[in-house]
């Protein structure tokens, strides 16, 4: 089992920077493949990135992509999404998640549906 605990998001400008951080709790965190979601009102939840448990594989949507960097320290157990020259359209509910690679796979996956654990969400909202 995995808890995991978001921080960083709030209120910013376009063009600003956040950093999100994602802390877990447990000593397997280097077991699992994690990713960053998001869901604006009356959206979905989407894909935004994703890191292998090594951290030496990563994916991210086309729209944040140049923009986003998804990071890991696993000695710390704390997985970050790093976020630059933010948009308008970037607001939403970002959401860390955690899904256990039992088999050292490295397979990274972009749906939702993949991931077993999931934080309460941060709120990053961008003000035009």
């Known amino acids: 089992q995995v808890q995991l605990v978001e921080s960083g998001g709030g209120l910013v400008q376009a063009g600003d920077s956040l950093r999100l951080s994602c802390a877990a709790s447990?000593?397997?965190?280097?077991?699992?493949?994690m990713g960053w979601f998001r869901q604006a009102p009356g959206k979905e939840r989407e894909f935004v990135a994703a890191?292998?448990?090594?951290?030496?594989?990563?994916r991210s949507a086309d729209s944040v992509q140049g923009r986003f960097t998804i990071s890991r320290d696993n000695a710390k157990n704390t997985v970050y999404l790093q976020m630059n020259s933010l948009k308008p359209e970037d607001t939403a509910v970002y959401y860390c998640?955690?899904?256990?690679?039992?088999?050292?796979?490295?397979?990274?996956?972009?749906?939702?549906?993949?991931?077993?654990?999931w934080g309460q969400g941060t709120q990053v909202t961008v003000s035009s």
């Open positions: 890191i292998n448990w090594s951290g030496g594989r990563t």
């Open positions: 998640a955690a899904d256990q690679d039992s088999t050292a796979s490295g397979i990274i996956y972009y749906a939702a549906v993949e991931y077993e654990h």
């Open positions: 447990g000593r397997t965190f280097s077991r699992y493949n």
